[in-house]
């Protein structure tokens, strides 16, 4: 049977100084992680007030939709949060 080709690979060999890329970590995003922190933080407040007060506030005339306004803002804090890098 014959033999299979022997594959050699080339030696690695670090990037020089001069080639090695910096990572900018001032990407002008400063924004993202306070308004996905006040949206978690609205939202949380707003289901324990809502809890709190036995449904008469914030919004009374909605009655248990409160509860779906606070979910809301906890899912637009996730929302916020795809930006962040």
Same mark, same amino acid.
């Given at each position: 049977?014959?033999?299979?080709?022997?594959?050699?690979?080339?030696?690695?060999?670090?990037?020089?100084?001069?080639?090695?890329?910096?990572?900018?970590?001032?990407?002008?995003?400063?924004? @993202?992680?306070?308004?996905? /922190?006040?949206?978690?933080? +609205? #939202?949380?407040?707003? !289901? *324990? $007030?809502?809890? @709190?007060?036995?449904?008469? /506030?914030?919004?009374?005339? +909605? #009655?248990?939709?409160? !509860? *779906? $306004?606070?979910?809301?803002?906890?899912?637009?804090?996730?929302?916020?949060?795809?930006?962040?890098?």
């Amino acid at each position: 049977m014959p033999k299979s080709r022997i594959r050699k690979k080339d030696d690695f060999t670090p990037p020089s100084a001069k080639q090695a890329t910096t990572i900018n970590l001032n990407s002008g995003r400063s924004w @993202v992680a306070p308004l996905m /922190l006040a949206m978690f933080l +609205i #939202g949380l407040a707003w !289901i *324990v $007030v809502f809890y @709190v007060t036995d449904g008469s /506030l914030p919004i009374d005339p +909605i #009655g248990n939709w409160n !509860i *779906v $306004v606070g979910f809301g803002f906890i899912a637009a804090g996730f929302v916020v949060s795809t930006q962040w890098k």
